[in-house]
């Protein structure tokens, strides 16, 4: 016997509809058992779907309805733990109707084979769209490790098994417990597998990412220590790959491969500046600072940007960087006149007000007052100039 305990797969988004599931699926349970415990015959008989009484609306109801305490807890479980990382690749729009795609089909196999013989015989429960999720997780990480029960008898272990390991285990118990019972053990085989098979069919058909196994083990590790720092470049490029929305992934990987002789490569650079706007509202720039020096010194980087970035850093108090990015700027190929005469002028200032080092303040004013006498910092340059040499009291 196996029972996965938790699955080391982070998700790539907040599990919306997932989440909905599991809440959708408690409600209903709450207001269609006795006691919560065992459900009404009479919901059974209104909502439950039967080979006699087939219709596209029972089939969706009786997904919601489950016979027992540990009929909901098993389905539920299983939900959360394939769920929550395939919604996180799929997005809510994909895995909603992946989910119950997945459970019309099981019921379909379940009623064309077994339904034959078993006409007025209800079925309900949500395994069959459950194990399309757990299908759909199959196809897109088939190396995910997933903290597993296992044993029999005195003898128990918890150790980590593939996801592959996992599905081919539940398939299997599915295929054999059907050839042994028939369907008679009041199981609805068919259902899972039906199920399983549709939902990683339709993942292979939206085409999502699949995670190799260097990304699965990388997620594996991050699932323990919650901390991107301690992977590879490598392990963080692949990482990336299956989520190319998640920008700490990004800095990680620019921050890794700086840190190395060969630098960054080439789809590490894309993916930083394709990031940046979103690092930029989104994070502290003093964050960003030490690859965006670094990036700027090999000239990748605008003169503009690196104008507007070095605001950025000034105003989170980071003086030493935005310094540094001002004088590459002030030097860079690509940069105007305006972007020179600022970063001049905020060179200036800087070391007046946070460096307190006057001789570098007066030459940075001075070449404003010599290059741009009529720009719109020569006013401010003149009266720091004045009070640098002591001439008024400012």
């Known amino acids: ?35 919560g415990l065992q ?11 039967r080979s006699a009484d087939f219709s596209v609306l029972k089939m969706v109801t009786a997904m919601f309805l489950h016979g027992g305490l540990m009929h909901l807890l098993g389905n539920m479980w299983f939900l959360a733990l394939f769920g929550i990382a395939a919604e996180g690749r799929l997005k809510w729009f994909r895995f909603l109707p992946l989910y119950f795609l997945a459970g019309l089909s099981g019921d379909v196999l379940h009623h064309l084979i077994q339904g034959v013989n078993e006409a007025t015989r209800p079925s309900l429960g949500a395994s069959g769209a459950i194990m399309g999720v757990m299908g759909a997780a199959l196809w897109m990480f088939p190396y995910a490790k997933v903290t597993t029960l296992w044993g029999w008898g005195y003898r128990w272990r918890i150790t980590d098994w593939p996801m592959w ?4 285990y539940y398939v299997g118990f599915d295929l054999l417990e059907f050839w042994l019972f028939s369907g008679k053990d009041g199981v609805g085989h068919l259902a899972h597998l039906g199920g399983v ?13 699949r995670d190799s196994e260097m990304a699965s083990e990388s997620k594996a590790t991050l699932a323990e220590v919650k901390d991107l720092s301690v992977l590879s470049r490598m392990e963080l490029a692949e990482l990336h790959l299956g989520n190319p929305t998640d920008v700490l992934i990004v800095l990680h990987w620019m921050d890794k491969s700086l840190r190395e002789a060969r630098g960054p490569n080439q789809a590490c650079v894309d993916a930083f500046f394709k990031a940046l706007p979103k690092m ?7 964050a960003l600072a030490a690859p965006l020096v670094a990036l700027s010194g090999q000239g990748l980087v605008k003169a503009r940007e690196m104008v507007s970035i070095a605001g950025d850093l000034e105003r989170a108090a ?17 940069s105007t006149e305006a972007e020179q005469e600022t970063a001049c002028f905020r060179c200036g200032l800087i070391s007046e007000n946070i460096v307190h080092n006057r001789e570098r303040a007066a030459a940075c004013y001075s070449e404003v007052l ?5 720009g719109p910092f020569a006013q401010q340059a003149t009266v720091r100039l004045t009070a640098i040499q002591g001439k008024v009291k400012v």
């Open 370 to 374: 010599h290059r741009w006498p009529m």
């Open 280 to 286: 930029r509202r989104e994070m502290d720039p003093r």
């Open 165 to 168: 390991g996992v599905g081919l």
């Open 318 to 334: 980071d003086n030493a960087n935005a310094m540094r990015l001002y004088e590459i700027a002030y030097g860079a190929a690509d």
């Open 197 to 209: 098979a549709a939902g990683f069919v339709l993942c292979m058909a939206f085409r999502p990412k």
């Open 39 to 49: 459900i009404r015959e009479s919901v059974v008989d209104d909502w439950a779907i």
């Open 1 to 35: 016997m196996a029972l996965p305990l938790r699955s080391k797969n982070p998700p790539e988004s907040f599990p919306f509809a997932t989440v909905f599931l599991i809440v959708a699926n408690v409600l209903v349970y709450i207001v269609t058992t006795r006691d």
